[in-house]
């Protein structure tokens, strides 16, 4: 069985940094695509950024490219988020998600068979 566990999120004034972190258990995390959703009060669950299984090609949501880098270390067998400049809008529940048939990534919920619990980012103004 495959788990994914988050760590990383809490409360950052707007203009600070935070990084997350996704350790997976079970599977073989080197050969998954992997990705991060957030999802704010009130909305649907978007694509963050994604990764390939190498590292080798990553994908952001616009509004992110330049603040947010998407990483991976497949020998800890852990993704990383690392979100610099953070905004309120920022503010969402951040998720992780293994996509075992992926060979680069997909910004595609449904794509993912494996999900983490989730981690709370809070970004005050």
């Known amino acids: 069985q495959v788990q994914l566990v988050e760590s990383g999120g809490g409360l950052v004034q707007a203009g600070g940094s935070l990084r997350l972190s996704c350790e997976v258990f079970?599977?073989?995390?080197?050969?998954?695509?992997m990705g991060w959703f957030r999802q704010a009060p009130g909305k649907e669950r978007e694509f963050v950024a994604a990764i390939s299984w190498n590292g080798g090609v990553t994908g952001y949501l616009d509004s992110v490219k330049g603040r947010f880098i998407i990483s991976r270390d497949n020998a800890q067998n852990t993704l990383y988020l690392q979100m610099n400049s953070l905004k309120p809008e920022d503010t969402a529940i951040y998720y992780c998600?293994?996509?075992?048939?992926?060979?680069?990534?997909?910004?595609?919920?449904?794509?993912?068979?494996?999900w983490g619990q989730g981690t709370q980012v809070t970004v005050s103004s």
């Open positions: 079970g599977g073989t995390f080197s050969y998954y695509a």
């Open positions: 998600a293994a996509d075992k048939y992926g060979v680069e990534y997909s910004d595609q919920a449904d794509q993912y068979e494996y």
